[in-house]
């Protein structure tokens, strides 16, 4: 059940971060996000979570590739928080409410690290962001559902930072 | 927590994080703040100039490169080119502090993709990285290699991943992020994962860290679903680890178990599921609120309709769907029809989905493209001859309005649907031109050709169709498309209808004439392939069609041009016998696969997880083997077969060899069918651990044993003792393993498999009644009871495969003493009884004798260690019965599966002098002896120790001497 990518896009258009779980060429992922954008942001509100998008084919066409680096069957499952849509890619035989429910926590994980998230957050931290990912999700499968132990290991990260950037302050000084 | 996620997203300020860089922060809220994109990227340039000269001048510290690469990472993910800096982000990985490690990786996993050429300097990098002390730099390393998933990456690193995510040393969150890993590098390059781990990968799924098992089970599942062989040992792991969540019900985040399927778990899996529908139902007004709990619901119910199409729980299941495709909730409602799509796919009856049919159409409206696109699917695969009318009405109704997206796929559906499911041919006909009239534009070649296949194929379609496609052409708006099909129908059949009021081949030839300017080059050459046909058919016209010749003549289309001078050349011959030939009527097209299922296919294509059952479409279930589609009686091939066969040319019809004639018409006979697609890629195949070709050292000592005894110790060493209790009623046997662990701590993911080879397999079959404990603590001991039956002789014994995690992982391999005397009964006869029915019974095939002497020194036979063999080989032995009071006659009875019963009779002739004995076995089936000679010749040859004595193989001749006085009867 693996996430093929995750977008973070706001309700602008503009994207907030994006992780690719699987191979893509900076052309490929251009234009995935392109389409999905468009897709996402034309949506209305009550209507379902899940989108189908077939990326490979779609990508086949417009790129003239060969090869197929994405599964040929995809669906997108989204859900939008506040100013930001949360958009994950997974392949058709997916539980699609798991998708949701990793999304959704995902949200729920950076909650509880920035204390009530924003979309500001996401944008200066971006690289915390990206980290606290990396905690939940690695080749796009669920790695860790306890959000304690998320937590713990984010902050460990921290602790570590600020003893460097307090190293790098005396060393200035 | 998710709506005051949500409240919040807006509503504060920036956050400030202390360890932040100042000049990120402020270069982040400078591009906030510029409005227009002209701003922005005036700024974004202004401090890339910046960046590149501070990199140019160099001596930078850790710290500004850090904060610079940052800066290059933000004006990326806006969606910038940043072509420079990647050098600098890739020292930063071999920098020493954590937090400028961590940028280092973060950048390289967003700016090189896999075939970077910076790509082979980090490698080294990583690999410090992964073998470091430091747990963290290990989780870095694993995450970039797990982005990255390069070929290069996975050789040079997956024996160090796979270190990390096995020894015992590795802390769990490093386990988890190897395991994960690992399963990226495997779905990339199958054979980077080596056979011979996969014993070891499953033991993890015992971890007790939930977060590892979890990881390691996505692993297994993926490599399980490739080999399921090697990872068999895995399933029974599954559902005892699924059954200890359950009873604690912490089932949300461990459903994926239920995936995979195991005959001998589906009863436990069933009352699970049972549980898990019980608890959902008993709380409808959770199932609406709780995503959690709806998503394993629905995993259940896709297994429940998965494994079983029969039970009491199906008709749970379809009415609870049917309230599901009702719901508000725009979700329930989308997953509601793609379960039911999935039990229309797998249900005996469609009935039940039947009483539904009028929400289904009515989804067809929802505002929601998903869910009008999931009730699309279940239309499709819920349609048959019953229905078919009403449903491809709905459909074609509702193709008028449905969004372009899903056009296409409309049509194919409905093109399928009228062929598979037409009971009147006029029906069918009247369809498909219907369906190309109003949506043109989005058939697609494969649809026009089936038809004129389907025409071609069908003598009592040919005059309807040809009718109606005139009609179509007459009219002032038609469908490019149709002028196709009108051409070649035309061109085939319009002398079936040339005496109808309203066909004549003037006015047939003015419809196609008055539509030739409007269309695409490949259209006026089908029709100026027809008008050639009818130059064949029509004579009275001839003229007419000469003109339009003899204008095409001059086109500057090279290829009409060519098909118009050979035409014209063709038909201005003295004689008409080549025209004749060329333009004889076409064969019919050979039954083929419809073009039109490997379309669809071909949209649904592969997913790269495989799983155990498709969710979709009937025939996507059979898998493309078996996709050629059953057609209708009605439509079956009704044309009576041509007598003659034309000279040449046949095969191409209307072609006298022009490359685009050509082209057309094995275009439709041969539709461009789906490859099979490239072969799949297949792991080396991986020996068997459990099989008796890797029996472990020092196996033998405890089975001979144990061959003539029903209980004793198999196997024992220091940290293992493996005891073995077994009783034997007729066919039947119940045998419990004892494992009791000797070692000084508790050992953990204690696993056992059995196997035997696979001749074996028909003629002993086996259930296991339980499972042994997945820890056992020091000094005590678990128990696993398993029931064999034997339905034939059978030779080779099961072997069992018994592995634990004590420290490292320890796995032995031993053959349990199952072999086919256990299944005798000894008996009483009377010397009368004994020589009539040894007499009875004959010679070969339905004896075996041995002649042989003791193995090895030391060792010699007596009388008593013969007797306790014949003896512990179950046959009863009948004193007194022969002459020679030395030798050893026996009888007993076998039990085989069915109830049968076969009599065995021996005869063992010893001779102590020379130390050879002579075994004779007669029973009433020829199966019995040669495999019942073998395990006895074998365990006696074993002798009983004694003084050292030389032991010298007799010859021929000492034999026949020693046999000499021994009277054969």
């Known amino acids: ?173 | 927590m998710a709506t005051s996620a949500a409240s919040n997203f807006l509503s504060r300020g920036t956050s400030g994080n202390n360890s932040n860089m100042r000049g990120l922060v402020q270069f982040i809220a400078d591009l906030r703040n510029a409005r227009a994109r002209e701003l922005e990227e005036k700024r974004i340039n202004k401090e890339l100039a910046n960046i590149r000269q501070k990199f140019k001048d160099g001596s930078l510290s850790g710290y500004h490169k850090k904060k610079y690469v940052c800066k290059l990472l933000y004006i990326y993910i806006l969606g910038w080119n940043v072509d420079f800096g990647h050098l600098e982000a890739v020292n930063l990985i071999s920098a020493n502090k954590y937090s400028e490690k961590q940028i280092g990786y973060l950048a390289m996993t967003l700016f090189l993709h896999e075939q970077h050429e910076l790509l082979h300097l980090v490698v080294n990098s990583i690999r410090k990285d992964l073998t470091d002390h430091n747990e963290l730099f290990n989780c870095l390393a694993l995450h970039a290699i797990a982005n990255v998933g390069s070929r290069e990456m996975g050789e040079a690193l997956s024996g160090e991943v796979h270190r990390l995510l096995i020894s015992p040393t590795s802390k769990s969150f490093v386990k988890k992020k190897a395991a994960l890993t690992l399963l990226r590098l495997y779905r990339k390059h199958p054979d980077i994962v080596q056979p011979q781990w996969a014993e070891r990968i499953i033991s993890l799924m015992d971890d007790a860290d939930m977060g590892v098992a979890l990881s390691v089970t996505s692993l297994v599942m993926a490599l399980a679903q490739d080999n399921p062989e090697q990872y068999k040992g895995s399933y029974v792991k599954a559902a005892s680890r699924m059954k200890r969540i359950l009873v604690d019900e912490e089932y949300a985040s461990d459903y994926l178990y239920y995936k995979v399927p195991y005959t001998h778990v589906r009863d436990l899996i069933r009352e699970s599921l049972q549980k898990i529908l019980n608890l959902a139902l008993e709380m409808p007004k959770n199932v609406q609120q709780n995503n959690a709990q709806n998503a394993v619901l629905f995993e259940a119910i896709n297994l429940i309709i998965h494994l079983d199409t029969e039970t009491a729980l199906m008709k749970q299941i379809s009415s609870r769907l049917g309230k599901f495709i009702q719901s508000r909730e725009t979700n329930v409602r989308y997953l509601g029809l793609e379960a039911m799509t999935h039990l229309a796919a797998r249900a005996e009856t469609l009935d039940p989905i039947k009483q539904h049919q009028s929400i289904i159409i009515g989804s067809l409206k929802d505002r929601d493209i998903s869910v009008r696109r999931k009730g699309l699917d279940l239309l499709y695969s819920m349609c048959d001859s019953t229905n078919a009318q009403p449903i491809v009405g709905e459909l074609l109704h509702y193709l008028q309005n449905a969004d372009f997206a899903i056009r296409e796929e409309m049509v194919l559906k409905i093109a399928i649907l009228t062929e598979k499911y037409a009971t009147d041919i006029q029906w069918y006909v009247d369809i498909s031109l219907r369906l190309i009239a109003m949506a043109g534009d989005h058939v697609s070649d494969e649809v026009w050709h089936r038809v004129i296949q389907i025409v071609t194929n069908n003598e009592q379609l040919q005059i309807y169709a040809a009718q109606n496609i005139l009609q179509y052409v007459k009219a002032d708006h038609c469908h490019e498309t149709l002028v196709k099909i009108g051409g070649y129908l035309l061109g085939e059949f319009g002398h079936l209808i040339a005496e109808d009021k309203g066909c004549s081949p003037i006015e047939q030839f003015l419809a196609l004439q008055s539509k030739l300017q409007g269309c695409s080059s490949s259209t006026r050459a089908i029709i100026l392939s027809s008008f050639i046909k009818f130059v064949n058919l029509f004579p009275e016209i001839k003229p007419r069609l000469m003109y339009v010749f003899q204008a095409y003549s001059h086109t500057l289309d090279s290829e009409l041009q060519q098909r118009a001078c050979e035409y014209l050349a063709l038909a201005s011959l003295p004689n008409d016998d080549l025209l004749r030939t060329v333009c004889d009527e076409m064969p019919p097209f050979p039954e083929r696969q419809s073009a039109l299922l490997s379309r669809l296919h071909q949209k649904h294509g592969k997913t790269s997880d495989k799983r155990t059952w498709v969710v979709g479409g009937k025939d996507a279930q059979a898998g493309e083997k078996d996709l050629s589609l059953a057609m209708n009686p009605g439509l079956k091939r009704a044309q009576s077969s041509n007598g003659i066969t034309p000279a040449n040319g046949a095969t191409n019809g209307g072609s006298n060899g022009t490359n685009g004639q050509h082209n057309g018409s094995s275009d439709l006979a041969g539709l461009d069918m789906l490859d099979s697609g490239p072969a799949e890629p297949k792991m080396l195949k991986a020996p068997n651990l459990a099989s008796a070709a890797h029996l472990s050292p020092d196996w033998e000592v405890g089975y001979n044993k144990l061959l003539l005894k029903a209980e004793g110790i198999l196997y024992e060493d220091g940290q293992i003792q493996v005891g073995v209790r077994s009783e034997y009623r007729g066919e039947m046997a119940c045998i419990i393993l004892y494992f009791s662990n000797k070692a000084p701590t508790a050992v953990s993911s204690f696993t056992t498999t059995l196997d035997l080879d696979a001749v074996e397999k028909e003629n002993l079959t086996w259930e296991v009644k339980g499972l042994p404990e997945s820890t056992i603590a020091q000094g005590l001991q678990s128990q696993q009871m398993i029931m064999f039956s034997a339905h034939n002789v059978f030779d080779k014994s099961p072997t069992i495969r018994i592995s634990y995690l004590a420290g490292a992982l320890q796995a032995l391999t031993l053959k349990l003493p199952i072999t086919i005397h256990k299944f005798m009964d000894p008996a009483e006869l009377t010397a009368d009884d004994f020589f009539k029915r040894w007499n009875q019974i004959g010679g070969a095939p339905r004896e075996e004798q041995r002649v042989f002497g003791v193995k090895g020194n030391d060792r010699e036979f007596n009388d008593s260690f013969i007797r306790k063999t014949v003896d512990g080989f179950r046959w009863g032995i009948l004193d007194g019965v022969d002459k020679n009071s030395k030798n050893f006659v026996g009888a007993s009875v076998l039990h085989i599966g069915g109830g049968r019963k076969f009599g065995c009779l021996l005869r063992l002739e010893p001779n102590y002098g020379k130390q050879m004995l002579r075994l004779t076995i007669r029973a009433t089936d020829e199966t019995v002896p040669p495999v019942l000679i073998k395990i006895m010749v074998d365990r006696l040859q074993i002798g009983q120790s004694t003084q050292p004595e030389e032991f010298i193989p007799p010859s021929q001749r000492e034999i026949s001497d020693a046999f000499g006085n021994v009277l054969v009867l």
């Not at chain 1, 093929?4 to 907030?16: A, F, P, T």
């Not at chain 1, 779980?21 to 900076?26: D, G, N, R, Y």
């Not at chain 1, 003239?64 to 997974?90: H, W």
């Open chain 1, 1 to 173: 059940m693996p996430i093929n990518y995750l977008i973070l896009l706001s309700r602008q258009g503009k994207v907030r971060l994006a992780k690719w779980f699987t191979t893509l060429s900076p052309k490929e992922k251009a234009k995935i996000i392109k389409d999905v954008s468009q897709l996402v942001l034309a949506r209305r509100t009550r209507m379902c979570n899940f989108l189908e998008y077939k990326g490979a084919e779609v990508l086949k066409d417009a790129l003239k590739l060969e090869t197929n680096t994405l599964p040929l069957d995809s669906k997108i499952v989204y859900r939008r928080y506040a100013s930001l849509f949360f958009i994950a890619g997974c392949n058709s035989t997916d539980n699609e409410l798991i998708t949701l429910e990793i999304v959704h926590r995902y949200v729920e994980q950076m909650d509880k690290y920035y204390g009530n998230v924003c979309e500001l957050d996401i944008i200066f931290n971006f690289q915390k962001a990206y980290f606290i990912l990396d905690e939940l999700l690695l080749a796009g499968e669920m790695q860790e559902s306890s959000k304690k132990n998320v937590l713990r290991v984010i902050s460990a990260q921290d602790t570590i930072e600020d003893t460097e950037v307090d190293e790098e302050v005396t060393k200035i000084m």
